[in-house]
Structures are given as structure tokens and as C-alpha cells.
């Protein structure tokens, strides 16, 4: 397998899996939103508030695109990398893409105490989150594989995962 790369609405377990599935298999974990951060030299939420979402949304398929070539990596994307179809063409090109899921109770659950999540900075309610899922749905629905993470273990769904990429290699698939 070259490269996994996570995708899924903010709270799904992207990075917390992602950490421990690069682990397991020996592979270099990176965090999309963090090389953007480290690019713009401000948080995500300051590059929303400075510059808005379109800026945001340009950095982010510019780094996608800077990753062609790496091997050996778990990539987590963030919430909305996947909104654009050439993002997600990159996606694919990396390796095997791995939609997270989890319910929107689970994700407010999760979200509650966090305040760096600029589409929801101003309206965390549970409508909100279910809104936003829905708009991204046919986007998160083009990945290669989905996995429901709601009240599951990280150890439950990197096992899940590893067993999904194993199933494919033998079939030839990866």
C-alpha cells in the first residue's frame, strides 16, 4: 500500500486514527491542517478570519498537490478537503482513500470543549453539524472504503482498517 489517506467530517477520529494507524504500520503521519498552519504561519482559524474560506480552501489543494510522490504516509484531511473534485482526485492518486464517519451526536460529543473549528465557531449546535455533514456527504461518499467510528476504540478502528487493506493486497486491489 502506498499511502491511507483519512478523510471525514471534523471529530471523526482522522487524526487520533491516523497517529496510531501510521504507528502500526510504520509510516510517516501527517496532518494536512498542520502543514497549513505551518504554511501560513497563522492558525486555521486566523486564516478564516483574516483572509475567509476560499484563501483557506486554495492553500489546501495547493499542499494536496505538493504531496504527489510521498509513499509511506497516512494523511489526515481535513472536514472539507474533499469538496473538491480535484482535491479528491489528488486523494486517490495518493493511495487508498478511508472515509471516517461517526453520528452527529457523537461529533458534537467530541467537539463540544473545542473552540479551533472555524464553521463552527459561531453555531455548534447539533442542526449545524447534521447541515454540514449532509452538504459534504456525496464528497465523503467517494472514498474507497467507510468506516463508522461512533462509540468504537481507535485500537477497534485501525484494526478494522488494517484488516480492509489486508483483504484488498490479497486480492491484488492495493
Known amino acids: 500500500m502506498k499511502n491511507i489517506i483519512l478523510t471525514g467530517f471534523m471529530g471523526t477520529g482522522k487524526s487520533s486514527v491516523g497517529k496510531e494507524l ?16 505551518a504554511e501560513a504561519g497563522i492558525s486555521i482559524n486566523e486564516i478564516f478570519v483574516r483572509s475567509g474560506e476560499a484563501v483557506f480552501r486554495s492553500l ?21 478537503a474533499v469538496i473538491a473534485d480535484e482535491n479528491r482526485h489528488v486523494l486517490h ?17 467530541r467537539l463540544q470543549h473545542e473552540h479551533d473549528r472555524p464553521l463552527l465557531n459561531d453555531d455548534k449546535s447539533l442542526d449545524r453539524i447534521r447541515e454540514l455533514i449532509s452538504r459534504r456527504e456525496p464528497f465523503y461518499a467517494d472514498a474507497d472504503f467507510r468506516i463508522e467510528t461512533s462509540g ?7 484494526d478494522e482498517i488494517l484488516l480492509l487493506l489486508k483483504r484488498c493486497e490479497t486480492r491484488g486491489e492495493a
Open 22 to 37: 501510521a504507528l502500526r504500520l510504520n509510516y510517516r503521519y501527517i496532518d494536512l491542517d498542520a502543514l497549513i498552519v
Open 60 to 80: 489546501e489543494s495547493k499542499i494536496l498537490v505538493s504531496l504527489k510522490g510521498e509513499e509511506g504516509i497516512v494523511l489526515s484531511t481535513g472536514g472539507g
Open 93 to 109: 492518486t495518493l493511495g487508498a482513500v478511508i472515509n471516517l464517519s461517526a453520528s452527529a451526536e457523537e461529533i458534537l460529543h
Open 152 to 158: 468504537r476504540f481507535i485500537a477497534q478502528i485501525v
